[in-house]
């Protein structure tokens, strides 16, 4: 029997110059099992609105993320677009959710939380253990500071390595989460995952958005009621742009289709 292939050679969909993998949320958790099995240091981030749009506006970024082992369409908008772009089975793939379903379907992986402010890993690590009794959590590390400083780094490495987890959890928020993955990915040897806002969310600092609002794609509403100094801007700019962006890229493409 032909090994299924990696998931680096998967096939991607160009949003925007970000190489998106057109997964479904059962692919894409299967493709992170794959990576675990593996026991490689790879990296795994999640597609937006705003890191499409960063892509745009910084080659480097983008080429960070396009580097990535997977990169999940985690916005409603960036599904969209895929499946405009031929690629009509891709679905959402929210990282908050992912996170969560593979607590629950792979029961036997060692999990290392990074990311938050002082005390919040371990109350993450906290509500993971009451949601899924008998979860391992086998290390955790804050990151109050930003961009996480090299001591601080060299130390969440070794002990990532000294812990010997299946995954890691990152949540820096994007763009700081893919630089810092891209960083240490090979040192530490394990899969790392993006997962932004996740931490805040089972801190209990945020509350996750009503299904409807995630599958109509209006999570961006919903968040924007909880934190409208922090991300009014963001998404007044760089949901217009790519909307733009998007219907330039789509309409040349159509136009490419039928010369």
């Not at 991607?12 to 692919?27: A, E, H, I, W």
């Not at 099992?33 to 609105?49: C, I, N, Q």
């Not at 700081?176 to 530490?188: F, L, P």
């Not at 009503?210 to 509403?221: A, C, N, Y």
Request: charged share 20%; glycine share 8%.
């Amino acid at each position: 029997m032909t090994p299924p292939a990696p998931p680096e050679a998967l096939e991607r969909g160009d949003c925007l110059g970000t190489r998106v993998t057109p997964l479904t949320f059962s692919q894409a958790q299967h493709a992170l099992d794959a990576l675990v099995t593996r026991g490689a240091g790879a990296y795994v981030s999640p597609a937006t609105v705003y890191s499409l749009m960063l892509g745009v506006d910084d080659r480097a970024y983008r080429e960070v993320v396009n580097a990535a082992a997977l990169v999940n369409a985690d916005g409603m908008p960036v599904v969209w677009m895929l499946r405009r772009l031929g690629f009509p089975r891709a679905e959402r793939v929210h990282h908050d959710d992912l996170w969560l379903e593979c607590c629950a379907r792979f029961p036997h992986w060692r999990h290392f939380l990074v990311g938050g402010r002082e005390g919040q890993p371990e109350v993450v690590a906290d509500a993971l253990r009451r949601r899924y009794p008998g979860i391992n959590v086998a290390g955790l590390h804050a990151t109050p500071v930003r961009p996480v400083p090299e001591a601080t780094t060299r130390e969440i490495v070794e002990r990532i390595r000294a812990a010997r987890p299946s995954i890691v959890w990152v949540g820096l928020g994007t763009p700081a989460q893919d630089w810092w993955m891209s960083r240490v990915a090979s040192e530490a040897g394990v899969p790392l995952v993006g997962v932004g806002s996740a931490f805040d969310l089972l801190a209990g600092r945020t509350r996750a958005a009503p299904e409807w609002m995630k599958r109509s794609g209006l999570q961006w509403l919903f968040r924007l009621a909880q934190e409208p100094g922090r991300l009014g801007w963001r998404y007044a700019y760089y949901n217009s742009r790519f909307a733009l962006a998007a219907a330039r890229q789509l309409l040349g493409s159509r136009r490419r289709d039928t010369a």
